[in-house]
């Protein structure tokens, strides 16, 4: 029901743990082989120490929370089970008062039934707005209250305008009724124009359509609760439903901070020091498989394995980062510390980046004698340097997240590592090049393509590291956090993206907006005019459902819509048969239903914050469910009835919105990915064309926008298995996922050479225009690279006509796969046209001997180059074998 940037993922928790403390325990290279799990393990042991050794009331209450969450075992669990426990437990809290007598005396629960802090609108704002940290909480109840207060604007206005509501006569014939059926439609269809976050527009229209069907009621304003004119009754509905809005806030926030804060820059910082560890095993993994004498393919397996893992740990990294500014507001520390994450995050992104050229070295290596011979001499030298380096971004990384203001003993203790690591980076170059020498190579060669890549990228590593760590001990690195301005810019952008142009005339947008206004309107006025007695005349739960299921998903509306079905009737039947057998007023009776409640709130919430498949329906069995458990106590006899028109209003709601997403939908979720899949290639090819082109003598770089393109594809392709393929042939969804795959591929490439031809190395992997180097202009213009772009580009168009394998709905082969074209060996003929351009450049180039790194050694980027062009063909020829294997 809502979006969050940490929905399918989320950090992994490891209290206590700094990397600082686990490389003083765990040398970095005698535990190459340990692999994660060894890194684990000593991470909950150390966890017990420092446990042991600090007494605080926190520090008891963590450790008691992992051993009975079983921390130990899975982190993962034990951090969602102890936040549900938690939610399950405050609200459960809140029902007290009702079912037990508590604070009668003092008027405490008639406060409570009165005000209605305790009621199903309390319980919606409660589920909407919990989320794993509490910057993501933070966030929500903002979004929630702005839209609860937005949605209770208008009805000032209409009864300002019509102070004495509508008549008792017919409706249609009342100015009243007429005005206020077109102004509350347009409210709902601008709330949904807007760029305002889904959880705001739910709000908003959930709180909007009760007080707009109060006014378009025949008789509302004589019946006590509605004042007329421009005023403000203090025991009316509007000024009620914005208190179960405030408690039901107030209770997500209490289970996020209470016994101890759930902070998004505390996961931040573990996922931090996590990829920092798994950078270090990566990089002993491949120099263990690299300077070997012969393949090793455990070893290789071993450094994809961390790769993934990598890859996983910066996606949450990224989106605590994203809500981490909600639990700072600016302040100085906090902000700071936001800041230095903010650049460490950058930081590792581009790690990540380079790494990927060492794994493309290590598959492409034959392990000759030549290969043996060179990094035989290199090892030394380059194992040194990557500890350094890795030694160095462990510190930064402790720095940046205890967020303080670097102390001249630290600036200094960095700025001597960088010194240090500078001179290692000088040694191994040397060595590189002695070594090379020694061997009797050329300046270039085909041989030593792998080897210059290998130690290039550990060469850049370093300097990685040496940049931040330069960046930490700048004295202005954190003028963003002394801006006494920040906050207010933060609202004035936020203010000014509610009305972006570019946001309000996306097209997506625009179907969005009008398919949902479509549903809540019609649901709204079917509520209004009722049918028969199926339907009763004047109830708002109808609209109010629709706008409680409003979200962004773009996937198959069938399954979310059955989804949403799923959710609510489970919800209500549980929560209706929990209170028929537990609902009465003796005290074991209502002992029972407080227990029920916890224990429902628990497991279902545990499920959304646990689970990405069933998130979603359980979030709604949350919700639904828990609003029956909270009803005063009843020893009549159970009444199903009451229950079966909720049950009608939700079914017809969703019906109205399925046939509604039918009518307005942009396609079939596989016709989506598809095209999709094509906008991102087409967006490679152009920029693979630019970077290659030798009248552009500008670099720029695409990694952000494409690397967001290529994601959504693979959403819709995952949405795509599960529509209805009637008289289709089944999904291509093997093909779909080395699409996927080959494309993520080719962008890494293409993003290191982008790295290594542009003439300011700092401006990787930013959305900027660079100089391209002046050595790779003249490659560039030489025949041979004229013939290498050409293949690339063929290969590049080639993969764009087997895309359309994702459409080919019959049993047939796919007919361009039967072409010249389509069974041409690109790549063969790419490794040829290498070697031949290699020739030419060390007949034609007068090398100057270099003095620096090897970042700066032009034979070592101009085989980063070539290792990345021929990476792109190799890729894109294992998504035209698994075309053929699917086609």
């Known amino acids: 029901p809502k979006e969050s940037p940490q929905q399918k993922g989320d950090a992994e ?71 549900a426990f938690r939610c399950g437990f405050y609200v459960a809290l809140l029902t007290l008062p009702g079912r037990f007598g508590i604070g009668e ?102 709180t909007f359509v009760w007080h707009w069907m109060a006014f378009l009621k025949p008789g509302a304003a004589g019946i006590g609760v509605y004042k007329g004119g421009f005023s403000l009754a203090w025991d009316g509905p509007m000024v009620q439903m914005m208190i179960p809005a405030f408690s039901g806030s107030a209770i997500s926030l209490a289970c996020t901070s209470i016994p101890y804060g759930v902070l998004a820059t505390d996961k931040a910082c573990m996922s931090a020091r996590k990829i920092i560890v798994i950078t270090g095993r990566t990089w002993i993994a491949c120099m263990h498989f690299f300077c070997a004498s012969k393949s090793n393919s455990f070893d ?167 940049k931040y760590g330069e960046f930490l001990c700048d004295p202005e690195f954190d003028d963003p956090a002394r801006d006494p301005h920040r906050f207010v810019k933060a609202i004035t952008h936020g203010t000014y993206e509610i009305f972006s142009p570019e946001a309000l005339l996306d097209k997506s947008h625009l179907n969005w907006t009008t398919k949902n ?34 979200s962004k998903f773009s996937g198959s509306a069938m399954k979310k819509n059955l989804s949403r079905l799923q959710g609510v009737v489970l919800g209500l039947v549980t929560g209706a048969l929990g209170f028929a057998l537990l609902g009465r007023c003796e005290f074991i009776f209502q002992l029972g239903l407080t227990l029920f409640l916890w224990a429902w709130l628990s497991s279902t919430l545990f499920f959304y ?44 709601s969703i019906l109205v919105m399925t046939i509604v997403d039918s009518i307005f939908s942009m396609g079939r979720p596989s016709s989506m990915a598809h095209q999709a899949m094509v906008d991102a290639w087409e967006n490679l090819l152009q920029a693979v064309s630019g970077v290659m082109d030798p009248l552009h003598e500008e670099v720029a770089h695409h990694g952000k926008h494409i690397r967001s393109a290529i994601a959504t594809a693979e959403y819709l392709g995952t949405e795509a298995s599960d529509e209805p393929r009637y008289w289709r042939t089944p999904w291509k969804t093997e093909t779909m996922t080395a699409a996927v795959e080959c494309a993520r591929n080719v962008r890494v490439h293409l993003t290191n050479l982008e ?104 034979a070592a980027r101009v085989s980063i180059v070539f290792m990345s062009i021929l990476g792109m063909t190799l890729s894109m020829r294992g998504f035209v074998q698994a075309c053929i294997r699917g086609g």
């Open 13 to 83: 928790n490891q209290w206590a743990v700094t990397s600082q403390a686990a490389s003083e325990e765990t040398p970095l290279l005698p535990d190459a082989t340990s692999g994660l799990s060894s890194a684990s393990h000593h991470f909950k042991r150390l966890a017990s120490n420092v446990y042991g050794a600090v007494s605080s009331p926190e520090t008891t209450m963590r450790l008691a929370s992992d051993r009975i969450f079983q921390r130990q075992r899975n982190s993962r669990f034990a951090e969602h089970a102890e936040l």
């Open 105 to 206: 005396n003092i008027g405490l629960n008639h406060f409570i039934q009165e005000s209605r802090v305790r009621s199903s609108a309390a319980i919606v704002q409660f589920v909407y707005t919990i989320y794993k940290t509490q910057g993501d909480t933070v966030s929500f109840i903002w979004a929630g209250l702005a839209g609860n207060s937005l949605g209770s604007v208008l009805p000032f206005f209409l009864w300002f305008l019509f102070p004495d509501g509508v008549g008792t006569k017919d409706p249609f014939e009342d100015p009243a009724f007429v005005a206020g059926g077109f102004i509350g439609s347009i409210f709902v269809i601008l709330v949904l124009w807007l760029n305002l976050g889904v959880l705001a527009k739910i709000f908003a229209l959930s």
């Open 300 to 466: 290789l397996a071993r450094v994809e394995n961390y790769m993934s893992d990598m890859n996983e740990e910066m996606t949450r990294l990224k989106g605590h980062i994203d809500t981490a500014w909600w639990e700072c507001f600016g302040l100085t520390k906090r902000h700071r510390r936001l800041h230095m994450l903010q650049r460490l995050n950058s930081v590792i992104y581009e790690t990540c980046e380079r790494l990927t050229s060492i794994v493309m070295a290590c598959e492409l290596e034959d392990f000759k004698a030549s290969h043996e011979s060179v990094m035989s001499r290199v090892k030394p030298s380059l194992e040194h340097a990557v500890t350094q380096a890795h030694q160095l971004l462990t510190r930064c990384t402790e720095v940046a997240c205890e967020g303080d203001a670097l102390s001249s003993d630290t600036k200094e203790d960095v700025a001597r590592d960088c010194r240090d690591l500078r001179s290692s980076l000088d040694q191994l170059a040397k060595d590189f090049r002695s070594a090379k020498a020694g061997v009797g190579f050329r300046e270039m060669s085909q041989e030593l393509l792998s080897e210059h890549a290998f130690c290039f990228a550990a060469s850049n590593y370093a300097n990685i590291a040496i």
């Open 517 to 550: 206004s479509a549903s809540v309107l019609a649901c709204f006025w079917i509520g209004c005019f009722g049918y028969s007695r199926l339907i009763l005349k004047y109830e708002a739960d109808i609209a109010c459902t629709a706008a409680i299921l409003l």
């Open 609 to 652: 914050f646990d689970s990405p498949t069933y998130g979603g329906i359980t979030c709604l069995m949350a919700l639904f469910g828990a609003q029956q458990f909270i009803k005063p106590c009843s020893d009549e006899v159970a009444d199903p009835s009451k229950g079966f028109y909720m049950v009608i209003n939700v079914v017809v």
């Open 755 to 858: 790295f290594s031809v542009s003439m300011h190395s700092s401006a990787a992997g930013k959305e900027v225009e660079v100089d391209r180097d002046p050595l790779f202009q003249k490659v560039m213009m030489m025949p041979g690279f004229m013939e290498l772009r050409r293949l690339n580009l063929q290969a590049l168009k080639r993969t764009r006509k087997l895309l359309d394998i994702m459409i080919h709905d019959v049993d047939s082969q796919f007919p361009y796969l039967e072409t010249a074209d389509g069974q041409e060996n690109i790549f063969s003929e790419t490794e040829v046209a290498v070697a031949s351009l290699i020739e030419t450049i060390n007949e034609e180039f007068d090398w100057e001997q270099n003095q620096g790194d090897l970042t700066h050694d032009p």
